[in-house]
């Protein structure tokens, strides 16, 4: 069975998700995860499970946090890696807690329900995509809240939405820009001017840290380990902050600064091409 065979598509973006995951993990080929390749430890059945029987094993084992953040930091993994089918997957997984909070909220909702199901999917595919931090405990219970807040955003909005003819006459006055006047682009860019930021990590920063996006596929992207990548972004992040409050990034900067500046860079680009030798010779060439 396919999605394609169902005729009649859902209208409500959580009963669509729930076609979607029937879909993926029905007979005869349901889509499993390994559950061997998880800690014995963790009370996880060590067997290749179908989603659904392993989504009702972690609903009938609420107190079981360590096994359920093993199997959603895998599937947050996979979604982020691996293809659509495990973004379907990951929703599906956690459709007992998404309908649950539709029906909480629509309990206080005044329009169509379907509104409210899809402001829940979109942020918990928000928060699957990007938000998450994977080294951080707790990955499912994180995925949920960005759900949760999600959807009582909307509410919020309803409740304070006031429709009005001419917005100047509203809010008269001078508007000032809040700092950093919306451009902290421009500073990271000034940060690779000056060597404080090596041009390699630009873009990786700018994900990570200004988009917000997922560590996991800019690693892929680079060719560095999550945690090397991760380590590497905090150093940037010191090396920024201390800038910043010694007011480079904002006023002028000394030709000596600059200077010294360069010349850790350089200091920086030797190291990493040192490192990449050596990995290179550590690689072992098969004898033909």
Known sequence: MSVSDTTDWPTSALDAAATAFAALTCEPQPMVLDCTIFDPGRGLPTEAMPLPALRDWLLRHPDAYTARDEVWRELIRRARLDGPQWVVAAVGMALPALRQYAAQLSAVHG???????????????????????????APYASLCKAAWRAGHHLLRQQREYLPVDDIEHVAAGPRIPRVPYGHPDLLIRRAVTLGILDPEDEQAYVDVRLGHRAIEPIAATTGASVDALRMRLSRIDSRIAEALADGLLTGTASPETRAQLRAQAAQRARLRAARATAAVRRVVVPVA
Request: proline share 7%; net charge negative.
């Open 111 to 137: 329009g169509d329900p379907a509104d409210l199901d899809a402001e829940i999917l979109t942020g918990f595919l928000t928060a699957l995509r990007d938000r998450v931090d994977l080294a951080r405990p």
